[in-house]
C-alpha cells in the first residue's frame, strides 16, 4: 500500500496513473481471492462432513497419542453453535506453540492438546497454583482486550507464591493488582507470579493489565511519519499556460 500511495504522490505522468490503478485493482483481487478462500474453509462443509456431538469433542480432546493434538484434525468436523460454545471445543486449539515450555508438563510441547498437559489444564481451567502444587479454583473471569479480571473462591495463605492463569513473556509490561492495590510480579513457569505479602482472601479480585509495549509504539511511529511523508510528496499536476 505504500508503493501504491508513492505512486499516487509522483503520479506525474500518464503511466504512473495507470500503475496505480492496475496496482489498486490487483490489490482489491488478491484481498478478494484470500477472504473467499478462508470463507470457503471455514464457513462450508465437504460432502463427507458429519456433525460433532459433546461427547464425540470430550472422546477426541481427553486423551493424547500423538495424532490427536490439534494439528491437522480432520476437515470432515464440523460443529453446531451449541457445540462451538462448549467450554471444550477450545480444547481443540492448539496453542503450545507459542506457550512458554515452562507453563506446559508434557516435554513434546509442540504436540499436545493444552487441556491433555496437566499443567496446561491450569490455563483452560483458569486455575491458580502456588509453590506447594496446591490448585485454587476461580471464578468471574472475564477478560476483555486489554485486562484480565478473576476472583479466587478460596483464601491463600501469606507468603504463598502463587502463579496465575496467565501467560507472560520477557518484556511484555503487564499491571497486576489485587483489589486495587498494586502488585510486583515476576514470570515462574511461564506465567505471571506473584508473592503474597498477605493472605488472599476469598472473593479478592486480580486484575492483570497490559499495556502497550514500547517496541509497538516506535513501529506505530515510524509507519505514521512514512504515510505522512509519502502524502506530502503530492503534488496536484499544474496546467499548462497556453
Do not use: C
Not at 39 to 59: G, I, V, Y
Not at 179 to 205: E, M, P, S, Y
Not at 209 to 225: D, E, F, G, H, K
Amino acid at each position: 500500500m505504500f508503493t501504491l500511495l508513492d505512486l499516487k504522490a509522483n503520479q506525474k505522468t500518464h503511466e504512473n496513473t495507470k500503475r496505480l490503478h492496475s496496482g489498486l485493482i490487483t490489490y482489491g483481487l488478491l484481498s478478494v481471492i484470500i477472504m473467499a478462500g478462508v470463507m470457503k474453509n471455514n464457513w462450508f462443509p465437504n460432502s463427507n462432513s458429519q456433525l460433532w456431538t459433546a461427547q464425540q469433542l470430550r472422546e477426541y480432546t481427553t486423551f493424547y497419542d500423538g495424532t490427536h493434538d490439534g494439528y491437522g484434525y480432520s476437515s470432515d468436523m464440523i460443529f453446531s453453535d451449541q457445540i462451538s460454545n462448549n467450554e471444550r471445543f477450545w480444547y481443540l486449539k492448539n496453542y503450545t506453540d507459542y506457550i512458554p515450555k515452562a507453563a506446559l508438563s508434557n516435554p513434546n510441547d509442540k504436540s499436545t492438546f493444552i487441556g491433555a498437559d496437566k499443567s496446561g489444564i491450569l490455563l483452560t481451567k483458569h486455575q491458580i497454583i502456588d509453590g506447594h502444587g496446591q490448585t485454587y479454583n476461580t471464578n468471574n473471569y472475564e477478560p476483555t482486550l486489554k485486562s484480565i479480571n478473576m476472583n479466587v473462591q478460596k483464601t491463600i495463605p501469606s507468603n504463598s507464591v502463587i502463579e496465575l492463569p496467565i501467560l507472560s513473556y520477557k518484556g511484555l509490561r503487564l499491571n497486576t493488582t489485587i483489589d486495587g492495590r498494586q502488585q510486583k510480579t515476576f514470570i515462574k513457569h511461564g506465567k505471571v507470579a506473584l508473592k503474597l505479602q498477605n493472605a488472599l482472601a476469598a472473593n479478592a479480585k486480580i486484575k492483570i493489565t497490559q499495556q502497550v509495549p514500547n517496541w509497538l509504539i516506535v513501529l506505530n511511529l515510524v509507519s505514521a511519519v512514512t504515510l505522512v511523508t509519502l502524502l506530502s510528496f503530492h503534488k496536484r499536476p499544474q496546467r499548462q499556460i497556453v
